[in-house]
């Protein structure tokens, strides 16, 4: 497949997958719009700079797929999976236009997309990856029909792998580090629908130093050195929990502002810090040398990623594990 035939089929996105997605779920709530969207695009260079370890359990899905295999990564950001295995082609798609660009220049097939309305046709690819990324979706809704979408573009038999942060960190330190989101918050972005998932704290803490990869842990590799590369974590024996164990996700904090630290330098290699600082948006932290973006997450408790694939007909969970501090789910569609 060459890629002007890719690009067609990129712009054949079937009406099925175009209108089953509702006004409600399409519109992207201003709290993604500002604690993501724009946020990484203001932190996009320093961040690619972070990002080039790849995970073992992703680097082992894309090595088991076929010769040949179509890959598509769904919130891809600077592209570090992209061409990992040189057997398949990938296409890679993120909500950010600054870390397109940068995927673009390392010469990537890339476009600018939102992970709700995914730009290819229906049963499109082999196998499909969201990596870190539904954890940025602010509703129940939303990250449901981001994994429909990842669904709906691979064909019958195809692989979506799906990770995302953890409520159950390895390092529990973390948790007490970033800053929970209080009430207001979450009237302003909570389909009043949805179940009351979420605590109402109020409690503001400070701010950390940005954590070593997606992860979100900051401890791993000598650790991970020490472990066997066929083996799980010690942590990766956690057991599912059914549907009837998410009413603890009542009691838990999910929800919460996750810091990162633009150094100072990197800060005025454009004038969008500067901005954000004379609004409000970042703050500076003298004391590190650094401007402070917040970014906002959603982190899964045990049995949650599963409860949301549960209701998808055409879709059967073929793996579930813990890695890294990260719930993850393999899915055939059927």
Same mark, same amino acid.
């Given at each position: ?117 995914? +730009?290819?046709?229906?049963? &499109?690819?082999? %196998?499909? $990856? =969201?990596? #870190?990324?539904?954890?940025? /979706? ?120 996750? +810091?990162?630290?633009?150094? &100072?330098?990197? %800060?005025? $290699? =454009?004038? #969008?810090?500067?901005?954000? /600082? ?48 990260n719930w993850c789910l393999v899915l055939e569609k059927l």
């Amino acid at each position: 497949m060459n890629s002007n035939e890719i690009l067609g089929a990129q712009e054949s996105v079937s009406s099925k997958g175009d209108h089953s997605c509702s006004s409600s779920v399409q519109s992207t709530p201003d709290i993604e719009k500002m604690y993501v969207h724009r946020v990484y695009d203001a932190i996009a260079p320093h961040f690619s700079s972070t990002r080039f370890a790849k995970w073992p359990k992703v680097a082992g899905f894309l090595d088991s797929l076929m010769p040949g295999s179509l890959v598509l990564d769904a919130g891809c950001g600077n592209g570090k999976y992209l061409g990992f295995n040189p057997g398949c082609f990938f296409i890679g798609c993120d909500i950010s236009p600054s870390l397109i660009e940068i995927c673009a220049a390392r010469e990537h097939e890339v476009l600018v997309a939102d992970a709700v309305n995914l +730009p290819y046709k229906d049963n &499109f690819g082999d %196998a499909a $990856i =969201s990596i #870190a990324v539904l954890h940025h /979706l602010s509703t129940d809704a939303r990250r449901r029909k981001a994994i429909e979408e990842l669904i709906r573009v691979v064909r019958k038999g195809g692989l979506v792998l799906i990770t995302v942060w953890a409520v159950e960190q390895e390092d529990k330190s973390l948790l007490s580090k970033w800053t929970p989101l209080c009430e207001k918050y979450n009237e302003e972005w909570v389909d009043p629908s949805s179940p009351p998932v979420r605590n109402q704290s109020t409690i503001v803490l400070e701010s950390i130093a940005e954590t070593d990869e997606d992860t979100g842990v900051v401890k791993q590799r000598s650790d991970n050195l020490k472990r066997s590369n066929n083996g799980l974590d010690d942590e990766a024996n956690v057991t599912w929990s059914d549907s009837s164990n998410i009413d603890e996700h009542k009691k838990t904090q999910q929800e919460y502002f996750v +810091p990162w630290h633009l150094p &100072f330098h990197r %800060a005025e $290699i =454009s004038g #969008a810090s500067a901005a954000a /600082l004379e609004n409000g948006f970042a703050k500076k932290d003298d004391k590190k040398g650094t401007v402070v973006y917040n970014r906002y997450y959603h982190v899964f408790v045990e049995g949650e990623l599963q409860r949301l694939v549960s209701g998808i007909n055409n879709a059967a969970v073929v793996d579930q594990f813990y890695d890294k501090s990260n719930w993850c789910l393999v899915l055939e569609k059927l």
